[in-house]
């Protein structure tokens, strides 16, 4: 096939590809810092089998860019931040994805989590973490 022909037909494969994920959870997301309301990280949202998963892509502070999660455990102990799985194991239920966990490196903490597109802004991720009853909800950024 000519590549004039075809380049038309790629960009616009590429243009609905983009589109279609403003809708959903997949993708990019840029994390901000509570108290400063500065971006943190990147984290890729991505579906592995049936359950939702993210992974630290980025660190936006250039001097952590080699960190590694010393307060890991297992497997995931002394491992680089970046390609971290901080998100595991959560199921779609009516437009939210719960029963799994978010992991916060810096504590060491895990929280069971849920996460959820703010219904008027699809740019928005809400990322709820919860111990018990208790929780702390985030707004996480789309990177376009």
Not at 1 to 19: G, I, R, T
Not at 93 to 102: A, L, N, Q, S, V
Not at 117 to 135: K, M, P, Q, T
Request: glycine residues 8%; contains cysteine.
């Amino acid at each position: 096939m000519n590549s004039k022909v075809l380049m038309p037909f790629v960009c616009l494969l590429f243009f609905v590809q983009a589109y279609a994920q403003q809708g959903t959870i997949f993708g990019k997301w840029k994390t901000i810092d509570d108290e400063t309301g500065e971006a943190k990280s990147t984290v890729e949202i991505y579906k592995k089998g049936d359950a939702v998963y993210g992974k630290v892509v980025a660190i936006t502070d250039v001097t952590r860019q080699d960190e590694v999660c010393n307060k890991c455990e297992g497997n995931e102990k002394n491992t680089p931040v970046i390609g971290l799985d901080i998100i595991k194991n959560l199921k779609e239920d009516d437009g939210e994805y719960k029963g799994g966990t978010i992991f916060d490196p810096e504590k060491g903490k895990k929280y069971t989590a849920k996460i959820w597109l703010d219904e008027e802004d699809a740019s928005i991720l809400h990322v709820r973490g919860y111990i018990a009853f208790f929780y702390r909800t985030q707004d996480w950024i789309r990177i376009e």
